[in-house]
């Protein structure tokens, strides 16, 4: 709640994401799968929180497939109509990696990335091994989703769990 309270005074976007993925969650529970995934999209204004719960959700539960391709059509779209393909290619291509250099030595961070830069690992290589860190446990996290959620018969695994795991190391 702490962290909550002090990333919404800030104007951060978390809190919004991880409401967006508990709201998801219920929804799919309840088998509401297109509404799931409209919202789940909405969590992707963080794509690191966002990303490893839609992901699962598009291979586990087959209906939210086309409601998450028309999302990100949609909001792809208004992306490009807004800045225009030229800020969308930089975004990804130097703005992301920036900001991920930004945070290796902030204090409020709990990643590999920071732990590596804490105990001496050069910047660039520490920054390299939370990136496969956060690649490896989407995958895994999104592999494991299903299993679980079938084994303690909870649906919102499905959601939650994904970013859970992927968030455990990575960059940022």
């Keep these: ?33 297109t509404a799931a995934a409209i919202v789940g999209s909405l969590a992707m204004i963080e ?27 949609a909001l792809a779209a208004v992306s490009v109509a807004a800045i225009g393909l030229p800020a969308n290619l930089e975004y990804f291509h130097t703005v992301l990696p920036l900001h991920a250099a930004a945070e290796i030595a902030a204090q409020d961070q709990y990643s590999l990335t920071r732990v590596l830069h804490i105990l001496g690992v050069p910047d660039r290589i520490a920054l390299s091994a939370g990136s496969l860190s956060y690649l490896i446990m989407t995958v895994a996290g999104v592999a494991l989703a299903r299993p679980l959620a079938t084994a303690v018969e909870s649906e919102t695994l499905i959601t939650l769990l994904p970013p859970a795991v992927a968030l455990l190391g990575g960059p940022f």
């Design 1 to 33: 709640m702490v962290d909550g309270y002090f990333n919404l005074l800030y104007g951060e976007l978390p809190p919004i994401a991880v409401a967006a993925l508990v709201a998801s969650a219920g929804l799919g529970t309840a088998r509401r799968y």
């Design 47 to 73: 794509p690191h929180i966002g990303l490893p719960a839609c992901l699962a959700m598009f291979i586990w539960w087959p209906k939210t497939r086309v409601p998450f391709i028309i999302c990100g059509t």
